[in-house]
Every structure is written in C-alpha cells, then in structure tokens.
C-alpha cells in the first residue's frame, strides 16, 4: 500500500488550515480594531490592536505552513534538492516570523523572557477587547497584560 497520497492530502490540509488561520485572523484582527474604535480608544489603539493581532494571525499561519512543507518533504521520497528547498523556504518564513515578532513585540526574539506565538498573540488581544467590554458595561474588569 502506498502511503505518500495519504500524507499529500495531509500536507493540503495543513496548507489549507495555514491559509484558513491568516483569513480569519484578519477578520478577527478588523472586528478587533473596530470594535477599540467604536469604544473611542482613539485611531492609534485601534491600529496597535489591528496590526498586533494581524501580525499573530500571520505568524501563526505561517509555523502551520512550514508544518506543511516539513510533512510535504519527509514523507515524500525527498532528494538532496527537495532538502535544500525545504530547507530554504523554512529559511524564508523563519526570517517573517522573526520580523514579524520583533514587530508585534518591540524586542527581539532571544531577548524575551517568554516565548510567544501567534496562537498567544491573537489570544492575549481577544482577551484585551472581552476586558475593555466589560469594563465598558460596569464590570470593572482589568487589562489581562
């Protein structure tokens, strides 16, 4: 039985679960920056909280795609150029991420006391817009920072 159709159709989910985080992460990160906008936060919070959690959105669809290629190159019959693309386009999405971090962060990666992912990013800024919700509507909740 030849395995190798069952792993492409794995690696196509995978690329398409990538795409799919990106699209809703941007759709998220527009909810999010409207809604800081609509509280009257002011433009340059609702830009800081649309572009931090954009830029999650992207970080995070970008370690499901190099998860993709990575499942793609392995359980093909992988030769010595198979390799060196993979290893060049895990090259290339290493760097986004990283300037993608230090973007969303302030300080590069090495340098933080704490490892933060796209799934985190996108996660602390949903819990910034429930907390300003409710402290709009009298619940007195704090800043999860």
């Known amino acids: 039985m030849d395995i190798e159709p069952v792993f492409t159709v794995v690696a196509v989910a995978f690329e398409c679960v990538g795409a799919l985080a990106m699209v809703i992460g941007f ?14 936060a002011g433009g340059t919070a609702a830009f800081t909280t649309l572009r931090t959690t954009l830029g999650g959105a992207i970080l995070l669809g970008l370690e499901i795609l190099v998860a993709a290629d990575l499942i793609r190159t392995i359980t093909s019959n ?14 290339i999405r290493t760097v986004l991420s990283m300037s993608i971090q230090i973007e969303i962060e302030g300080t590069l990666p090495w340098r933080r ?5 796209g799934a985190q990013v996108i ?23």
């Open 27 to 40: 759709v998220v990160a527009v909810v999010l920056g409207a809604r800081s906008l609509a509280r009257g």
């Open 78 to 91: 992988p030769s010595v150029e198979d390799a060196l693309i993979l290893g060049l386009i895990v090259l």
């Open 113 to 117: 006391a704490l490892v933060t992912s």
């Open 123 to 145: 996660g602390r800024e949903v819990g910034r817009d429930r907390a300003a919700s409710r402290e709009r509507a009298g619940g007195g909740a704090t800043d999860p920072r």
